[in-house]
């Protein structure tokens, strides 16, 4: 895939902007219900609801879309793709791209931070729609990804919404099956990003397209699996006894949870010698379709293996992460550096799909003192010691002596 250039923005809604590119996630409306009667639907003019207007069908918020599909929008509204434009990690870098770039480098990041801004009329004043994030409006939008475009979407303008089914109606849209929602190519467009000296900076729809992991059919799988829910609010339309909805909450990397699930530490043997411990140490990434960990390269998994001895302690670390330099071979660190400067990878140490990989230590364990020996791993960035993603421990495995 060649690299996208910089563009000059046509709609520039903010005055300041980050480089950088949090994931666009699949937010389809799956949703299905057991054999029964269809209910009566009631008629656009008895919906006892507020009356909806979509004037254009450009600025429709998501806050709308939420008065018919209440379950979908509450859960949506907690994730972190409804805050990817107001999220402080993504506003931290703001100074800094600001003061590298410039502001036309806007349009790059606004494609997948506020992606509504490339539906709206120039003069609307969205500053709402902006700091929604990722909504429903241009995810329920995109007709095609191309990634040898940029921007690389291509998005129904009229008001016409995408779903999983042809067999639905709504008297306030159109609604229209798509193909594409729920394949991996439909995340591509901001799971996938090559910097301007053609850096592969972003690449986890390439990781997962690329690994052989059976039975995995689509990125949607793990990340909006099938919970319980209303497709539309029962003040629209009757429910059946039991209807199911694809999760929007669309966890990642910053869920621990979801983590834990993905990558499996295990203190395989440990051998105790005079004033000495000698451990050999197995990181798995048993559920996980893509590498670990992936999306920004600033963000680093580390294995940490000590001995603790009255009041002093010894550790050995591990990294598993990527790093990039600029095109005088300066190692980037920052997510705005990486973003629009990175021109190559210097290194790679991240688990493979289904990879499982063993690491031994030597430390000490003095005879005369209780130690206590603690393998942990967690996550960790490289701009800052303390802005983690998470600072819960994904596994902990503790031993006394």
Request: proline share 7%.
């Amino acid at each position: 895939m060649g690299a996208r250039n910089v563009v000059s923005p046509r709609y520039l809604l903010v005055t300041t902007i980050v480089v950088s590119a949090l994931a666009a996630a699949s937010l389809g409306l799956a949703g299905s219900r057991v054999a029964e009667p269809a209910p009566v639907r009631p008629q656009a003019q008895q919906l006892p609801i507020e009356k909806i207007e979509f004037a254009s069908g450009h600025d429709v918020s998501s806050a709308t879309c939420g008065k018919c599909h209440e379950d979908i929008y509450n859960v949506w509204k907690e994730s972190v793709h409804a805050g990817s434009f107001a999220d402080p990690i993504f506003q931290a870098g703001l100074a800094q791209a600001i003061s590298m770039e410039g502001s036309e480098v806007a349009e790059t990041c606004l494609t997948c931070h506020s992606p509504a801004t490339m539906l709206m009329r120039p003069a609307l004043d969205a500053e709402g729609l902006e700091r929604e994030g990722i909504g429903c409006r241009f995810c329920h939008a995109i007709r095609a990804v191309d990634l040898d475009t940029f921007p690389p979407f291509d998005l129904e303008t009229e008001l016409v919404m995408y779903g999983p089914s042809d067999d639905l109606e709504s008297p306030v849209h159109e609604l229209r099956r798509s193909e594409l929602l729920g394949t991996p190519e439909y995340c591509a467009g901001c799971h996938e990003y090559t910097t301007p000296a053609g850096a592969p900076v972003l690449t986890t729809y390439s990781e997962f397209t690329g690994a052989d992991w059976p039975g995995l059919l689509s990125c949607q799988d793990c990340h909006m699996p099938t919970v319980m829910g209303q497709v539309v609010s029962p003040a629209v339309e009757p429910p059946g006894d039991m209807q199911f909805v694809d999760s929007h909450a669309i966890p990642g990397g910053r869920s621990i949870q979801q983590v834990r699930r993905a990558v499996n530490l295990e203190l395989v043997t440990v051998d105790e010698r005079s004033g000495s411990v000698d451990l050999r140490v197995a990181v798995e990434n048993q559920g996980a379709g893509h590498w670990i960990p992936t999306g920004m390269p600033s963000k680093r998994i580390v294995l940490e293996v000590s001995t603790v001895f009255g009041n002093r302690e010894r550790s050995e670390r591990v990294v598993f992460g990527r790093r990039f330099v600029d095109d005088a071979g300066n190692l980037l660190r920052t997510i705005p550096q990486i973003m629009t400067r990175g021109a190559a990878l210097l290194s790679d140490t991240r688990l493979r799909p289904g990879q499982r990989r063993e690491f031994s230590f030597t430390l000490p364990a003095p005879v005369d003192a209780d130690t206590k020996l603690i393998v942990r791993l967690y996550y960790e960035s490289t701009e800052s010691p303390t802005l983690q993603a998470e600072t819960e421990d994904i596994h902990r495995i503790e031993r006394d002596f």
